[in-house]
């Protein structure tokens, strides 16, 4: 096969090959979800100075590795995947042991978040041996980008990486039931043949605001808000969009305006008075019930991370 980005090679030893990369150590490898060109270069420089590789599956990192003229031979490659990782890990902890450098890949994007890596990590750390990442593409945050899920202001939770629900159906709905319990939005992965059913389970969220991103990065890739009882119809509207790896944001549940007003008024007030006092005055300005206030001041001021002043 051709390198089809052999100058990208030269690049990244030119620009990564001054910083120190010691020997007896993991490196944890980000790797393109989909387009090849979506690669670090101290990614393609350290996959180059590897002694060895351990790989999701060989034959698809050989195919990355030929993309960029990077030759390894076939005892260079180690099969580290689901079934054999913890095997795989004795075997490179050996390796590193007697001074290797191993980089770890998974097919797709950075391993041991929803691919296999983790137990390796893992039983590298306990021997005390180094793990190094080198940080690149991700479906997650590639979405999470662009569906605006995740503002960072105030009263912002974050949210919660789900990866794939489980594939039975109760437990499936409980899981999904326990995620969208919270106030924060969450990211869930699925495959192609499994996207029906899920369609089937986040339509109990009903009108909450949902953004899929199927094919992320690729040629054909697509990204769409709806409702969340909306993605069944979506999914239905087009037999293409039943193709492709799938990654999905569930938006935080929207505070009703009053509320959000309510909260403002309260954190303006909790800043400058006692507690009782914030709250009457915040129920003689909003006209909400001063019980229900009460107990939203005292939940604001758990969540800042304060004591109630004392009246």
Known sequence: MIALFDSALKAAHEAAGAQDYPK???YVVATPIGNLADISLRALHILSLADHI?????????????????????????????????????????LLRQGARVACVSDAGTP?????????????????????????????TALLSAAGAVQGGEGDAGFVFAGFLPSKTGERM???????????????????????????ALASLGERTLTVGRELSKQF??????????LGEWLGADSMRLRGEFTL????????????????????????????????????????????????ALALKQQDGKSPAPD
């Open 54 to 94: 351990a790989c999701e599956d060989t034959r698809h990192t050989r195919t990355l590795l030929r993309a960029y003229g990077i030759d390894k031979s076939s005892a260079q490659l180690l099969a580290l995947h689901q079934h054999n990782e913890t095997q795989a890990a004795h075997t490179v902890v050996d």
């Open 24 to 26: 007896s150590a993991l």
């Open 112 to 140: 041991g978040i929803s691919d296999p890596g983790a137990r390796l990590v893992a039983q590298v750390r306990a021997q005390g041996l180094r793990v190094l990442p080198l940080p690149g593409a991700s479906s997650v």
């Open 174 to 200: 409980r899981a999904l039931g326990e995620l969208g319990s919270q106030s924060r939005a969450f990211v869930l992965l699925e495959a192609p043949h499994r996207m029906q059913a899920l369609a089937q």
């Open 221 to 230: 890739e697509e990204i769409a808000s709806m409702r969340a009882d909306a």
């Open 249 to 296: 944001v569930v938006h935080a549940p929207h505070a009703p305006i009053e509320q959000v007003q309510d909260d403002r008024i309260l954190r303006l007030l909790l800043s400058e008075l006692p507690l009782k006092s914030a709250v009457k005055l915040a129920a003689d300005i909003s006209g909400e019930a001063r019980n229900a206030l009460y107990e939203r």
